[in-house]
C-alpha cells in the first residue's frame, strides 16, 4: 500500500468521500458532526493523503495544522473493499510521523461518542492517544469524543 499526497479531484476519492459524509449523517444531530466536506479538506491549513493499494483507493486522511505545536487528525475513512486489512493503521501511522516532521508537541482529533465510532477510538488508543478536554474551536459535546496525544522531541527534564 502506498500513501500519496491527493487534491482531491479524482473521481474514486470524491465518491469515498461522500460516502464517508453520508455514513456520518445517521450518528449525531448536524451540529455535533465535524468532519471537514470537500471545500473545508482543501483548506490552506489541511494536508490530504490517499491510501492506494495499487490503482484501488483503500483509505483516505487529513491532517490539519491547528498552530504551530498542535495539529488535529480529520477525516480518515477506510473503503469497504480494504476494512480490517490495516489501511486505517497505516494511515494513522502516516499521520503521526508527519506530524512529528512538522515540529507538533501535540496531535488531536475528535470522533463520535456512539457505539459506530467504537472501532476508531480504540485504533486510536492502540496509538496512544487519550480522552482530553475539547480543543481549538470544539466545545462540549455528549456526542463526541476528544483525544490527543504528545509527540516529537518533547523531553521531561525533571531535577
Not at 43 to 48: C, E, I, R
Amino acid at each position: 500500500m502506498d500513501i500519496r499526497l491527493d487534491t482531491l479531484d479524482r473521481p474514486q476519492v470524491l465518491a469515498l468521500l461522500r460516502e464517508h459524509l453520508d455514513s456520518l449523517a445517521p450518528t449525531a444531530p448536524a451540529e455535533s458532526r465535524h468532519a471537514l466536506n470537500l471545500d473545508g479538506l482543501r483548506g490552506p491549513d489541511v494536508t490530504f493523503w490517499c491510501v492506494w493499494d495499487g490503482p484501488v483507493l483503500a483509505g483516505f486522511g487529513a491532517l490539519k495544522q491547528l498552530d504551530p505545536l498542535h495539529g488535529e487528525i480529520k477525516s480518515m475513512r477506510t473503503a469497504s473493499t480494504h476494512l480490517r486489512r490495516g489501511v486505517a493503521s497505516h494511515m494513522l501511522q502516516h499521520l503521526i510521523g508527519e506530524a512529528g516532521a512538522r515540529g507538533y508537541a501535540r496531535l488531536s482529533l475528535e470522533t463520535g461518542a456512539m457505539a459506530f465510532f467504537e472501532p476508531a477510538r480504540n485504533l486510536y488508543a492502540a496509538f496512544g492517544f487519550a480522552p482530553c478536554a475539547p480543543f481549538g474551536d470544539y466545545r462540549p459535546d455528549p456526542n463526541s469524543v476528544f483525544m490527543t496525544k504528545r509527540i516529537g522531541a518533547m523531553v521531561n527534564h525533571q531535577a
